[in-house]
């Protein structure tokens, strides 16, 4: 049984910065991760997708300010958030699949095999 579990968030001021963890732990095939957030009474929006099908892809929102990588070793993904905005509060979750699929494909999908409890962020002005 694989398990997701995220750690790293906190509430924070405008423009600080924070990093996300996802530990995976279990029997696993993993290759495809990405990080969303959900905000109450709104769709789930997909972050950014790593280890799939080309590289890594972003949302437009926050791209150039969210940094996704993984840790080969321990299988361990990470979000580092800069410059965050209070529109960024959220409850933000990992995700991970056990096949390639494109990494838009995998961003913009919330069908996936795995997924975490998730981490509250919250950003203040």
């Known amino acids: 049984q694989v398990q997701l579990l995220e750690s790293g968030g906190g509430s924070v001021q405008t423009g600080e910065s924070l990093r996300l963890s996802c530990v995976v732990s279990g029997d696993n095939a993993i290759v495809s991760m990405g990080w969303f957030r959900q905000v109450p009474g709104k769709e789930r929006e997909g972050l950014a997708a790593i280890n799939c099908a080309v590289g890594t892809s972003y949302a437009d929102s926050v791209k150039g300010r969210f940094r996704i990588d993984k840790d080969h070793t321990s299988g361990t993904l990470f979000l580092q958030m800069n410059s965050l905005k209070p529109e960024d509060s959220a409850l933000y979750y990992c995700?991970?699949?056990?096949?390639?699929?494109?990494?838009?494909?995998?961003?913009?999908?919330?069908?996936?095999?795995?997924w975490g409890q998730g981490t509250q962020v919250t950003v203040s002005s």
């Open positions: 995700a991970a699949d056990t096949e390639y699929v494109g990494c838009t494909s995998f961003r913009l999908s919330t069908v996936h095999n795995y």
